[in-house]
């Protein structure tokens, strides 16, 4: 009977001690978000879902529909700076984009592909 006693009470302090290393852990993160966010001012481009990223036309495929940007980091998508293919939504954007152009874009995902949504030559 003791053996009984001492498996049930150890199967308690085990239970005891995971439910305290859960509740701890889950406090550590809850801590450590909400000191991230201490403080933190979203920038423009994340703060204004309408925000645009400046870049340099590389590439026009009228072909594949697609224009290269070589582009500052586009948060919206948590996408650093780099130089890639987009499709864009208007195809009449082809005809008016030049190679060397500065440009302000906004890119989204539109049915599962990086797509172009807005662009103006920058200012």
Known sequence: ????????SAIFVTAGLTLAATDASARMQVQMHDHD?????????????????????QKVDKDTGKLTIKHGPLNNLDMPAMTM???????????QAKVGEQVRFRVERVNGSLTITKLEASK
């Open 1 to 8: 009977m003791t053996r009984f006693f001492s498996l049930i």
């Open 37 to 57: 966010q201490h403080g933190a001012m979203a920038s423009p481009s994340q703060a204004d879902p309408d925000a645009l990223t400046e870049g340099a036309i």
């Open 85 to 95: 293919a987009f499709k864009v939504q208007d195809p009449a954007v082809l005809d």
